[in-house]
Structure formats: C-alpha cells, structure tokens
C-alpha cells in the first residue's frame, strides 16, 4: 500500500488515532481493560434477555477486545459514535462516506442508531433538511448486500455503512472517504483488506485522499507481515466432558467514557513499506524533496507558471504530487493556492490566500497595468479575480475565456492586441506570484 500511495495510483492515507479511557483508569481501554471488581457499581444485564446479573458472576478481566463482543458498554458506543461525528463535522460535513467497522452485529447497530441520532439533532439544530437514510447497517447477517449500490453510487443517501466483515474484500467502493476502527483486529491481512476500502481514487469526487479513524490501535498493523497460523481441528473423544455452555453477553451501564487524542500519522513507503509518520515528519521530508528539486524560491516560481514544468516539478514530490494537497488540507489550507503552501513549506515564505494575493498584485503591480490598453489590464484582472476564486489550476483552464466576466473585460482579444497572449499570460502570473 505504500508504495502505491507514494507511485500516486492510490488515495493518499491520512491517520487519526483515538484513546478510550474508561472510569478514572490512568491507562487507555487496552492497557486496563475492565477488572470483575470495576463493575461492582455499574447495571449488568443479560444482553439477550434484558434479566439484572450480579457481577458475581462476570470474568474476573475481560480484556478490550471483548468489548460490544462479550461486554456491551451502551456509554463507551456513544462516546465513540459523538467522536467520530464530530470529527466528520471538523472535515466537510457530516455527509461523507464513511465505513465503520464494528465488533458484532449487534454492535453495528448500535452505532448506525447513534449515529442516525447525532445526525438528526444536527439537522434540526441548523435548520435543514435531513438526508436519508444516513447511518444504515450492513452486514451479511442483515442482508447487506443490497445497498452496497447505494454505498457506492447514491451521493444524496447511505453515507455511513456500519459493518463487521462484509465490506472486507471484493467490493469497490471508491468514493469511500473514511474507513473508521470500532472493532479490535489482530490479523494484518484482514486490516489491510479493511483499510483497502479507502484507498481507490475518485476522480468522480476529485478524492485523492481518506482518514483512518483509529480508535483499537488497528494502524500498528501497518508493516507487519502476512503470516497466517495453521487451523486445528479438535475432535472430542469418547467418554469425554462435554464444552461448557457458551459464555452470556452481559450489557453493562453506568461507565464514564472519554475519548482522547493519540496522534495524527500519515501513511507513506519506508523501504518500500507502508509506515505510519507524524504530519511533521512528512512535512519535512516534502520539504526536502522540493528543495532537492528545485533549490531556490525564484527557481520554484519561474518552474510554477509553465504548466508542463510545474506538473513535471509535482510529479517528483513523494506520492507524485498529492502530498502537496495533503499538507494543505492537514494545514487547514484551502483558502491558498499550492504554489503558497509550498513556497512557505521550502523556502519559508509568507503565504497569501488567493484573494489576498490577487489584491496584492492589483495595488503592487499598478504602474504595469495603467500602462497596458484598458481591456488588456481589464482582462487581466477578471483573469486574476478567477485565480481568487479557484486558485492555479482555474486560472489555466480552457475554459477561463468563456466566463462571462472575462469575455466583458475583452476576453482573449484584448490580451492579442498586445501580441501572443501566451505570454502577457506568463508575464501577469510571474508578477501574481511576485506580489
């Protein structure tokens, strides 16, 4: 997988890992797991019959992994689902598609049913219309099958897919935005096949990249080797003690749970593996291969306003170019154009939003455009007010003479009056990217 993201034929992967602390436990959920004595004062009920249970009769530890499997923790998958929503609130809207892998089929009901009603009270709270179904489960148990169309194709409907195993292997679906860890995994070959939901490019959605929401430490799997152990079969021989009866499902209430930060990664090949880096680290290895491109500012702005260069100069950085956007995005950057992000992130530039830097190049290049024909500096401008709105790539579009804002300034008649508008073009965004 890492090769492929850094090669640049798979969505760039970007890691948010969450801790669960339960009660007042000075470690997370997976250190401490849940002692017979920490339910002492917590309601236990048999999860399939609703009957009260002492706590009497529970495991004397019951590790992690058998939590929402053994041990249904009602809080622990509210606090969980609430993180999980509000970060998607953080990152778009709340409308993303998402997969949540979950510990039993019980469990991702669960969930889907938090999450429906975080969903609900968000839509009335701002006013608007709710669009459904929005947290669905699907799992083979459920007949889940049947949406996955609507997974994949429906971009008004089925956004959040809460499942066990059914979207492990064979199903496609590309415009997957978030694949998130709810259930404890051990096998590496089974995570990467979960984690592979996330990483088709979209070019439908413009996606180029996806969050892993980890919150049982599922990412350590990255790296590790697809080992699988030989299965024994154990035959019962005559005379024998039969098993005991299988073990109750216990609901338990009354846990405190908070969930914390532990971390943001990106995923990136190391030796030609996948390896989980700080967003500081990968910042600093883009850094250094810009620089090693392309050695100084004048040389990086004068590569950047021919596009066969620039797209060449991109093609070079790790994962051929997207990492740009990741820092950007990760940076809370949208509002600048990448040419800023990596000025300031090479050669520690100051960098401008789009708007603020087409302003700049009106008021700093103003003695240049009175002494051009009015349509000609008109043109220019209408040209330069598109770059705030859309940033390099809008500004370079075909289609740019067409808008109706450009065709009443002069359009591309005003800019030949003065010659090739190539290259009063190529002069207007060395002095846009100068401002």
């Not at 990249?209 to 079969?233: E, I, N, S, W």
């Not at 989980?276 to 810009?290: C, G, H, M, S």
Request: charge should be neutral.
């Amino acid at each position: 997988m890492g090769q492929g993201i850094e090669d640049g034929y798979l969505a760039a992967c970007e890691i948010v890992q969450r801790d669960i602390f339960l009660d007042d436990k000075p470690g997370n959920e997976r250190e401490t797991g849940v002692e017979q004595a920490d339910l002492k004062d917590k309601t236990l009920r048999d999860a399939n019959t609703g009957e009260p249970v002492g706590w009497v009769v529970t495991r004397a530890r019951y590790d992690a992994a058998a939590f929402e499997d053994r041990l249904l923790l009602p809080e622990r998958v509210a606090a969980m689902a609430r993180d999980l929503f509000d970060h998607l609130l953080a990152t778009g809207g709340p409308e993303q598609k998402t997969i949540v892998f979950c510990a039993r089929d019980r469990h991702a009901d669960d969930v889907a049913t938090v999450l429906n009603n975080l969903y609900a009270a968000c839509c009335a709270a701002e006013g608007r219309r709710r669009l459904e179904p929005y947290a669905f489960k699907c799992t083979a148990a459920s007949g889940g099958q049947e949406y996955l169309a609507d997974l994949r194709g429906a971009s008004r409907h089925h956004f959040i897919a809460t499942t066990v195993d059914l979207l492990t292997t064979g199903v496609d679906v590309p415009c997957v935005r978030n694949v998130v860890f709810f259930k404890y995994v051990r096998s590496p070959i089974a995570f990467h096949q979960m984690v592979g939901r996330g990483t088709r490019l979209d070019a439908t959605s413009g996606k180029l990249m996806f969050r892993v929401y980890d919150y049982t430490d599922a990412t350590r799997l990255f790296g590790q080797g697809f080992v699988t152990r030989p299965t024994t079969v154990r035959v019962s021989r005559p005379g024998e003690t039969p098993p005991p009866p299988s073990e109750r499902t216990l609901q338990v209430e009354g846990f405190d749970v908070r969930v914390t930060d532990a971390g943001q990664y990106i995923v990136t090949s190391v030796d030609g593996q996948a390896r989980l880096v700080t967003v500081d680290e990968y910042r600093a290895r883009l850094a250094r291969r810009l620089v090693e491109e392309v050695p100084s500012l004048e040389q990086f702005r004068a590569r950047w306003i021919v596009p066969p260069e620039r797209r060449e100069m991109l093609g070079r950085l790790p994962d051929a170019g997207r990492s740009a956007l990741l820092v950007r995005a990760l940076a809370e950057m949208t509002d600048f154009d990448l040419y800023d992000v990596l000025a300031e992130l090479g050669y520690g530039l100051a960098p401008r939003t789009r708007p603020d830097r087409a302003e700049a190049f009106g008021y700093k290049h103003a003695d240049w455009l009175s002494a051009l024909p009015p349509a000609t500096a008109a043109t220019l401008q209408a040209l330069t007010a598109q770059f705030a709105r859309t940033g390099t790539d809008g500004l370079e579009s075909p289609e740019v003479f067409s808008l109706p804002e450009v065709v009443r300034a002069g359009g591309l008649a005003a800019l030949r009056s003065l010659g090739r508008p190539a290259e009063i073009l190529r002069e207007a965004k060395a002095r846009l990217f100068a401002a």
